[in-house]
């Protein structure tokens, strides 16, 4: 069972269909675990000290990293080991990074993504990570390493957090590759894929950002599932048991009304592929990241006979999801 990343303040996990029901309700249910909230303010942020690379210097590779030489600053240390040639960082983007993190005093490791093979993706800049990281890396390129010194007050503060040994006069180090970063404009990016089926439902294949056009054909909707390519990606192909980074468009199939999309929202969604509707889970597992998706759910593979909001029960519902990136 992968463990859970410790920079995460607040958890991501849905336990419903991606972003349908009630918008408040479910930020209800995002409640604080591994950190203090983001409210330390803006810091100081200087260049040193920082602890030598010792092992694994270039961008991407596991880092090995020598335990900090005398006090560490108590300000926000910030380096930029390699300087990317990509886009800026925007806050409130979706930061997609593989990271390091020891403990400044001792150069205990408590966590990194290297060894879990998948980079962490989270919203960066709105107080979902710890201080430390939400200061620091808005503003940075893609494709950059950066290195951090982080003081008890930009981490887990007084309390520190026990669970990963760490106490609450740590200074915490991180090594940060910066692999990527989404916004609620992110699109599919690949080949169009032909859609000849005139039983189907037809989807734009604009990449603007925008919400792509469903047509659905004044047919009898298909009793069984549909999942196939409206634009394929070359990423790498999703498991069921993957975490996925979505932008989508949902209608129902009788009269295609609206009853959902992250356009709308102007927000992406994040969620666990084994904790959403069958539909889901089994329409996006082996389609590549990148790629455009058209997915009609049947009712028995949706909501059934349990009404939604904005859903009738029995509804056959059709989706465009864009697969932003593996989780």
Known sequence: MRRRSLLLAVPAGLLTLAGCGDDKADKAKSEATDGPSNSAGSAKIVDGPLPEITKGDKFGEKPTVAKGSGDPSKDLAVKTLVEGKGAKVAKGDYLQADYLGQIWSTAKVFDNSYDRGVPAIFPIGVGQVIPGWDQALVGKKIDSRVELAIPPALGYGKQGQPQAGIKGTDTLVFVVDIVGAFNA???????????????????????????????????????????????????????????????????????????????????????????????????????????????????????????????????????????????
Do not use: C, H
Request: no cysteine.
């Open 185 to 327: 404009k992110s699109s599919a990016k690949g080949k169009e894929v032909a859609q000849s089926n005139i039983d189907l439902p037809k989807v734009g294949t604009n990449t603007d950002g925008k919400a792509p056009s469903i047509e659905v054909p004044k047919k009898d909707a298909p009793t069984k599932l549909v999942s196939t390519y409206v634009i394929e990606g070359d990423g790498e192909a999703l498991k069921e048991s993957d975490g996925v980074l979505v932008q989508y468009e949902g209608v129902l199939w009788d009269g295609g009304k609206e009853f959902d999309s992250t356009y709308k929202r102007k927000e992406l969604a994040q969620f666990r592929l084994a904790e959403v509707v069958a539909g889901w889970r089994e329409g996006l597992a082996g389609k590549k990241v990148g790629s455009r998706v058209l997915v009609v759910v049947p009712p028995d593979k949706g909501y059934g006979d349990k009404e939604q909001q904005g859903i009738p029960a029995k509804s056959t519902l059709v989706f465009s999801v864009d697969i932003i990136a593996k989780m």
